[in-house]
């Protein structure tokens, strides 16, 4: 059976590989970079059936769910000590100027060594993007770490999102879609910059030409 498609629908396909950002929108944001193989995210619930006389299978209104979960895998080929660090939460950093890492010690995580977020934008063929967020996101299984001829050494990394003890209803994971890439809306708030103080430019030169006239005293003011 041969069906058409819309524009809608081919312009919803998403491309190429995501481009993931630690702590985006934060102070301390900062692209993972370089990668291998772009990102997954994956959202799961856990739903259980309530059992009852006379049930003969699923039921609306008789499901709950239980958990939920969210996460987000990517490898890295950047061996940084800081993105080292991220394998082991809450691990020491010698006071070095960060050249070396330890084991951490053994207890309770603090609630502050949890990235605010890891936030991955993936392209689609319509030129939009989904910006795919996971919040209070940790990796937790350590790192293994290969160094073999002819390749190079890859860090796995899989971030999982967490509630916060302080809101154990609260966001996990959010996917909206957005018109321009980081990058693009950056360059464009320069631009428009740039043309701000072009145009202040332009207006001082005309006004410093007529001396005597009123606009002058107006603009002084406003300088």
């Given at each position: 059976?041969?069906?058409?498609?819309t524009t809608k629908q081919i312009?919803?396909?998403?491309?190429?590989?995501?481009?993931?950002?630690?702590?985006?929108?934060?102070?301390?944001?900062?692209?993972?970079a370089p990668t291998r193989g772009?990102?997954?995210?994956?959202?799961?619930?856990?739903?259980?059936?309530?059992?009852?006389?006379?049930?003969?299978?699923?039921?609306?209104?008789?499901?709950?769910?239980?958990?939920?979960?969210?996460?987000?895998?990517?490898?890295?080929?950047?061996?940084?000590?800081?993105?080292?660090?991220?394998?082991?939460?809450?691990?020491?950093?010698?006071?070095?100027?960060?050249?070396?890492?330890?084991?951490?010690?053994?207890g309770v995580i603090g609630a502050?060594?949890?990235?605010?977020?890891?936030?991955?934008?993936?392209?689609?063929?319509?030129?939009?993007?989904?910006?795919?967020?996971?919040?209070?996101?940790?990796?937790?299984?350590?790192?293994?770490?290969?160094?073999?001829?002819?390749?190079?050494?890859?860090?796995?990394?899989?971030?999982?999102?967490?509630?916060?003890?302080?809101?154990?209803?609260?966001?996990?994971?959010?996917?909206?879609?957005?018109?321009?890439?980081?990058?693009?809306?950056?360059?464009?708030?320069?631009?428009?910059?740039?043309?701000?103080?072009?145009?202040?430019?332009?207006?001082?030169?005309?006004?410093?030409?007529?001396?005597?006239?009123?606009?002058?005293?107006?603009?002084?003011?406003?300088?």
């Amino acid at each position: 059976m041969i069906t058409n498609l819309t524009t809608k629908q081919i312009e919803s396909i998403q491309i190429d590989e995501g481009v993931i950002f630690l702590n985006y929108g934060e102070t301390d944001e900062r692209l993972l970079a370089p990668t291998r193989g772009g990102g997954e995210f994956a959202a799961t619930v856990t739903v259980r059936d309530i059992e009852f006389d006379g049930r003969h299978g699923k039921t609306t209104g008789t499901q709950v769910i239980e958990e939920q979960g969210a996460s987000l895998k990517v490898t890295t080929l950047c061996m940084s000590q800081e993105n080292l660090a991220l394998a082991i939460p809450t691990c020491t950093i010698a006071a070095d100027d960060g050249k070396t890492i330890k084991n951490p010690p053994t207890g309770v995580i603090g609630a502050d060594k949890y990235l605010k977020n890891v936030t991955m934008f993936a392209k689609t063929i319509g030129g939009k993007y989904k910006k795919i967020a996971i919040y209070n996101a940790m990796h937790e299984t350590g790192f293994n770490v290969k160094a073999v001829q002819k390749a190079e050494g890859e860090l796995a990394l899989e971030f999982l999102a967490h509630y916060k003890h302080s809101d154990l209803d609260g966001d996990l994971w959010a996917v909206t879609e957005i018109a321009q890439a980081p990058d693009e809306r950056k360059d464009n708030a320069d631009s428009s910059r740039r043309r701000h103080r072009k145009s202040r430019k332009q207006v001082i030169i005309e006004f410093k030409e007529e001396p005597n006239n009123a606009y002058n005293r107006n603009y002084a003011y406003y300088a």
